[in-house]
């Protein structure tokens, strides 16, 4: 926990004081028909050097009659052109891993809206962790976009000395320049079985880099964490 926070606060203090005033010169036309971020899954291409987004989702958990809370922290941030920093905590208290992620886009558009990209991940145990080895995963995203439509990004990522697999996606749906309604994927692939969950939701934009949400996660498989999860999320653009 204390590694995981004092990396997250070094990386706001480098990027907030050096991209930050860059970004004022970027042409964020680029993101004209990238409507808001998903609740909890990766961007699937990296943002602009100078460009930087947080994802704060304080969440509700339940198994049978078990009941917990916990706060998912998301951070993106364009170091280079073509090259992005992902950090992510599904679960600050119960998550036994954080994930650091270096993802690289060699196929995009000149708006970024569409495109395919490669990452390397860390995942660090910075909670509850069995083991304090590090976790190597790698893989493949990629967005699609219907211009005023709908945004489309997903990603797989792979493990191979554990032999699984993660693999995520999210539809964002706009309704109108405030309401985007939002529909996410996400599981694993083990040896032992194969988990999936879905996350309906519902966004309101409230400024041009500021939104507002609340969704329900829920297992579609037998194999499961949780059986309900509900979230509300704050996310913010800089």
């Keep these: 926990m204390k590694n995981f926070n004092c990396i997250v606060l070094i990386v706001l203090l480098i990027t907030g004081t050096t991209f930050i005033a860059n970004g004022q010169e970027n042409d964020k036309n680029h993101m004209g028909d990238m409507f808001v971020h998903p609740f909890l899954a990766h961007m699937s291409l990296p943002d602009p050097p100078g460009e930087m987004s947080l994802r704060i989702t304080p969440f509700q958990q339940r198994l049978d009659s078990t009941v917990g809370q916990d706060l998912a922290i998301h951070i993106e941030a364009g170091l280079l052109p073509g090259l992005g920093l ?16 270096l993802m690289y886009s060699f196929l995009h558009d000149a708006t970024y809206n569409n495109g395919l990209s490669v990452f390397g991940q860390v995942s660090l145990p910075t909670g509850p962790a069995k083991s304090n080895s590090l976790k190597y995963l790698f893989g493949l995203s990629g967005r699609l976009t ?9 990603n797989m990522h792979i493990n191979l000395v554990d032999k699984m697999a993660e693999y995520e996606s999210s539809f964002v749906f706009k309704a109108s320049e405030m309401i985007y309604p939002e529909l996410e994927f996400r599981g694993e692939i083990t040896e032992n079985g194969t988990s999936l969950y879905s996350l309906i939701g519902l966004k309101f934009r409230i400024a041009d880099e500021i939104a507002l949400g609340a969704g329900i996660q829920t297992p579609i498989t037998k194999e499961r964490e949780y059986d309900t999860q509900a979230l509300f999320t704050l996310g913010m653009a800089f």
């Design 86 to 101: 992902h950090i992510r905590s599904d679960g600050i208290k119960t998550s036994p891993y954080s994930e650091f992620m």
């Design 146 to 154: 219907a211009p005023k439509i709908v945004v489309v990004d997903a």
